[in-house]
């Protein structure tokens, strides 16, 4: 295909319908869902292949295995939540324990790519083996299928979809176009995976991280928690899915957990919210679709 665009006819991006209104489970107003991209070190080495070499720089990854995910894990135990963690192979392959404590603690495991590989346009090797090596990986270090996937760097193409949809995943959470979940139509018109769409406002990476590629103003409780209840209130009244963007490099390191646990605790509070794991809104989503179709 032509990369030049404008020899072309404008059409949107995604082809599916507007996102269905299904009630949510129990009478509740919306959904929540608590999720963590575990990136490992590899997503320090696929910013820049020297990285590999620069232990600092990895550093930063690393602390996610010695301090992040087990003060997590802590916290979600405390308050008997069960997340979605988005694991990348190579945090699989390089830190085997940690992974089989998140999957101990009752966690959904879901797919996160290998070397946390952006997706790209018409690369579709590279994205093949991104996938399979990352569904190899679960199969032997934890003997899971995943039901869900979040592309590393939230991209995502029409033939990654189809392939998605080949293997069996029963969602995708990388897509910013609905506060609802709604189901993808594949390039050839046919069903794809049910979207799980992200709020890019949780994504605490914004909030809480700098490092000197990208200095960023790390920003206050106050500020990321006026955001996040705003968003959540607004969602809730909208009757949508808050699906969360978190990094346990972020809401791992000290203030980024006093954020996260704060959240957590005034979602908590409200009866109206849904608590739950990617692959139970999907499943939700796929029952209220089965239903509505028989009707
Ligand atoms: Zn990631």
Redesign the pocket.
């Known amino acids: 295909m032509s990369l030049d665009y404008t020899s072309r006819p404008p059409s949107g991006a995604n082809q599916a319908p507007p996102a269905p209104a299904y009630p949510w489970p129990s009478g509740r107003q919306c959904a929540l869902m608590p999720a963590f991209?575990v990136?490992g070190e590899s997503?320090w080495l696929a910013f820049d292949a020297l990285s590999e070499q620069r232990l600092v720089s990895r550093s930063y990854g690393g602390y996610e295995a010695r301090v992040g995910v087990p003060k997590i894990l802590e916290a979600l135990a405390a308050r008997q939540i069960r997340a979605t963690f988005?694991v990348?192979g190579w945090a699989l392959d390089a830190q085997p324990a940690l992974c089989e404590a998140i999957a101990r603690g009752g966690h959904e495991i879901a797919h996160?790519g290998y070397w946390?590989q952006r997706p790209e346009p018409g690369q579709d090797d590279a994205m093949r083996q991104e996938l399979e090596m990352g569904l190899d990986a679960m199969r032997r270090v934890l003997g899971v299928v995943p039901a869900g996937y979040r592309a590393?760097?939230g991209e995502s193409v029409a033939s990654l979809l189809a392939m998605l949809q080949q293997r069996g995943f029963a969602y995708s959470s990388s897509w910013r176009d609905d506060i609802r979940p709604y189901r993808h139509v594949l390039a050839d018109g046919t069903p794809g995976p049910i979207e799980l769409p992200v709020n890019f406002s949780f994504d605490d990476w914004s909030y809480g991280l700098t490092h000197r590629h990208a200095p960023r103003t790390l920003m206050t409780r106050e500020h990321v928690m006026s955001i996040w209840k705003d968003e959540l209130a607004q969602t809730r009244d909208w009757g949508g899915l808050v699906s969360m963007v978190m990094?346990p490099q972020v809401s791992g390191r000290p203030k980024g957990f006093r954020i996260m646990t704060e959240f957590l605790d005034h979602a908590l509070a409200d009866d109206g919210i849904w608590i739950a794991t990617g692959a139970q809104i999907a499943a939700h989503f796929s029952a209220c679709e089965t239903a509505a179709a028989q009707r």
Do not use: A, K
């Open positions: 991209d990136d997503v988005f990348t996160h946390h590393p760097y990094h």
